[in-house]
């Protein structure tokens, strides 16, 4: 096996994204010291551009965590949650369960919030569980990966702070795919990371932190070392990341972003995901038997989850990844988890369609067409 061997497939699945050959090319800028004043010309712009694209104005302090975005996650419980307060985890899937087990295996008192698979978070629900918990931190998930739902994390976090508590927000695979509006939100610390809608490898978590989630920390005892915010922050302010990070990745930031507010321009990108969310839903109209799987008015313009006919099994998923695969694309079988949930129900399962970073509509219409193929030979 070499090199030569690799296939160059077309990464429709929700992430890593598809890179574009810019993007690419940016891999063989030169590297640099991380405390030289070279780093300053990459990361001083980026992260001024992340506060941007966040619209968070002056209030937030952009992060970068050397890992991913679970890096961020990790770093917001083990910063934010107190030894003597409740943390309480809202759950719309997969990866709202990730944020709850991390409070768990970090010895926070946790309890979850758990909504059906494919609905986004019910105020009154949520409001009846501040109630009973008064918890301290609430956290929930921003764009459900594993489901193809988005939440609205102003009316969420409306309703938190209402109820005296600080919010904390996943928004790894959602973060330059849509307006995020995070000034005067009250979110407490948004948490993102590089490889889903931002079309960069992974390797970075992002974290946009407000002052007061800074003031919470200083007041929680026990945040490790590489998962204490307060610690970024030191260095954050001088546009420095806390250890060495992936000078590659960096100078790849760097590109992307500036092509993003520059070239493309936020609102043209954000418009073109919310095109491409209705293309899938156009086409799945025209597919007899298969559903759109998230709540009407909460669907993702990152991804979009589509629910087959009665009798379509995961094994026949799987055949169509091979298909797929075959002519090129790299397609997504469902999120795993919530397809044996789903089959052990006496439910039909589900596939995604990434449509998240720098996918353009043409790409799209051109997979869309070739999985119409396969998927009417099932
Ligand atoms: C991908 C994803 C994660 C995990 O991020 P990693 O970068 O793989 O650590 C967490 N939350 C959501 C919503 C995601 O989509």
Known sequence: ????????????????????????????????????????????????WLAELADAGDQYTPVLFLGSGSTGLEAAVRSLVAEDETVLNVSVGAFGDLFHSMAVANGKRAVQLKFDMGRAIDLDELDRALTEHRPGVVTFTHNETSTGVINDIHAVTELVRRRGALSVVDGVSIFGGTELGLKDSGIAMYC?????SLALPAGFGIGLIHAEAAEKAARVTNKGHGSDILKHLDKARKFQTLS??????????????????????MARRFARHRAMREMVARWVDGLEGFRLFAQEGFRSPALTTVQVPDGVSVQQLKQVKETMRARGYLFDPGYGKLNTELEASGRAPIFRVGHMGDITPAMLEEYLGELGEVLAAL
């Open 1 to 48: 096996m070499s090199t030569q061997d690799f296939a160059a497939l077309k990464l429709f699945i929700t992430g890593p994204t598809l890179l574009r050959p810019e993007v690419r090319q940016a891999g063989t800028l030169p590297e640099f010291g991380h405390r030289d004043s070279e780093n300053l010309k990459r990361l001083e712009p980026a992260m001024h």
């Open 192 to 196: 993102s990371a590089t490889q889903k």
């Open 244 to 265: 060495t990070p992936n000078t590659t990745l960096a100078n790849q930031l760097y590109v992307q972003l500036r092509y993003i507010m520059e070239e493309e321009g």
